[in-house]
């Protein structure tokens, strides 16, 4: 599935707990996620053959292991990111509302956002 798919299928609203759950103190800036979230849903995306892949990773500060997906799967534009394919590998248990803000985060912090959205982006980083 698309991700510009998976997030149509969300409402802002169920999306955001997971967001803070994920990026604690989230909640001080609710309605620039709420922004971005508005927007990305309202974009056309540009469709790409490339995949986000959510595989599980070695943490090297814990030795352990966690789920995620290359931080290079965020590093182009907010339309390219959208028309990506959405993967799974082995393991990963993470369902779609789990993948969709993962991916929100991600978007914001790593994609290279829209002008409109600078402002915004520049709360974020107070």
């Not at 149509?8 to 707990?17: G, I, K, L, S, Y």
């Not at 759950?21 to 849903?41: C, G, I, T, W």
């Not at 803000?101 to 107070?126: M, T, V, W, Y």
Request: glycine letters at 4%; one cysteine or more; aromatic letters at 12%.
């Amino acid at each position: 599935m698309k991700l510009y798919q998976l997030i149509q299928a969300f409402e802002f609203d169920e999306v955001f707990p997971e967001v803070n759950n994920m990026f604690p103190n989230a909640n001080l800036h609710r309605d620039v996620y709420e922004k971005a979230f508005s927007m990305l849903q309202e974009l056309k995306p540009t469709l790409s053959k490339k995949t986000i892949r959510y595989e599980l990773m070695d943490d090297p500060n814990t030795n352990g292991m966690y789920v995620g997906a290359d931080d290079n799967s965020f590093y182009t534009t907010w339309d390219v990111i959208i028309g990506k394919e959405i993967k799974k590998g082995k393991g990963v248990d993470l369902n779609d509302l789990e993948i969709v803000a993962n991916c929100l985060l991600n978007i914001i912090l790593i994609g290279k956002h829209p002008q409109s959205f600078e402002k915004d982006f520049q709360k974020l980083r107070k």
